[in-house]
C-alpha cells in the first residue's frame, strides 16, 4: 500500500502521496490524507507523510508532541531526530496503542518526515535515515517512485521542474506500476524560516 515521496530543494520540504488504502486484495481510497504539515510551539514547520498504517499517522498528526528544535540542535538535525524525536514518537506510539513489541524489541511504522530543509525516513524499527540525495519515497511504489525522481533529476535533456511537479510524476508513475498506489494525490511543504 501507498507511495510516499519527500523533495528537498535546501531550504523546503516538499511531500506528497496518493490516497489508497488497501488490505489484502481491497482497495479504499480515503478522503483522510496520509501527507500533512505540523507547526511546533517555536513557529518551526514538519512534513510527514506515512506508510504502514493510518492509525499510526492519526497518532502522528494529532497526538504526538513535537520536541523543540534549539539552536544546538541545528547543526545536527540528524542526531536531533535520533535522540530526542524518536522518543517523543516512541512514546506517542505506545500511549495511543500503535508500538509493537516482539522479543523486547519495539516496532513503529515507516514514514517520511522533512523539517528545516532536511529529510528523514524514520523505519519501523525506529532508525532515522537520511538520504544522501535530495529525495526519497517509501510505501510499495518506492522503486517506481525512486526511478522516475532520478529520471528527472539527472539530464541534460530534461526541463527543470518544480519539486512539485517531480512529485506528481513520481506519483504518477508509482500509480501506473503499482496495484497499491491510487490517486488523488496530495502534496505540502514546509516554508522556510
Same mark, same amino acid.
Given at each position: ?14 511531500? !506528497?502521496?496518493?490516497?489508497? #488504502? *488497501? ?5 479504499? $481510497?480515503?478522503? /483522510?490524507?496520509? &501527507? ?7 513557529g ?9 498504517s ?30 530526542k524525536?524518536i ?21 513503529g !511504522?515507516?514514514?517520511?518526515? #522533512? *523539517? ?5 525516513? $524514520?523505519?519501523? /524499527?525506529?532508525q &532515522? ?15 517506481v ?32 506500476f ?16
Open positions: 500500500m501507498t507511495c510516499i515521496v519527500g523533495i528537498t530543494d535546501g531550504k523546503n520540504v516538499f511531500v !506528497g502521496g496518493d490516497s489508497a #488504502g *488497501v488490505e489484502n486484495l481491497n482497495l479504499t $481510497v480515503r478522503a /483522510d490524507d496520509k &501527507v500533512f504539515i505540523r507547526t511546533d510551539e517555536s518551526v514547520e514538519w512534513a510527514f507523510g506515512f506508510t504502514t493510518f492509525r499510526m499517522g492519526q497518532l502522528i498528526q494529532y497526538d504526538l508532541v513535537l520536541p523543540q528544535i534549539e539552536d544546538v540542535d541545528r547543526g545536527n538535525l540528524h542526531q536531533f531526530m535520533v535522540s524525536f522518543p517523543a514518537l516512541r512514546t506517542c506510539l505506545k500511549i495511543g496503542g500503535w508500538q509493537a513489541k516482539e522479543k523486547h524489541r519495539e516496532e !511504522g515507516t514514514f517520511i518526515v #522533512g *523539517v528545516l530543509g532536511e529529510l528523514f525516513v $524514520v523505519g519501523d /524499527d525506529y &532515522v535515515g537520511k538520504p544522501k540525495m535530495p529525495y526519497a519515497a517509501v510505501g510499495s511504489g518506492t522503486n517512485a525512486l526511478g522516475a525522481l532520478y529520471a528527472l533529476s539527472g539530464s541534460e535533456q530534461t526541463p527543470e521542474q518544480t519539486p512539485e511537479q517531480k512529485i506528481t510524476v513520481a506519483l504518477e508513475a508509482a500509480e501506473a503499482n496495484a497499491g498506489v491510487r490517486g488523488p494525490f496530495k502534496i505540502v511543504s514546509t516554508k522556510a524560516e
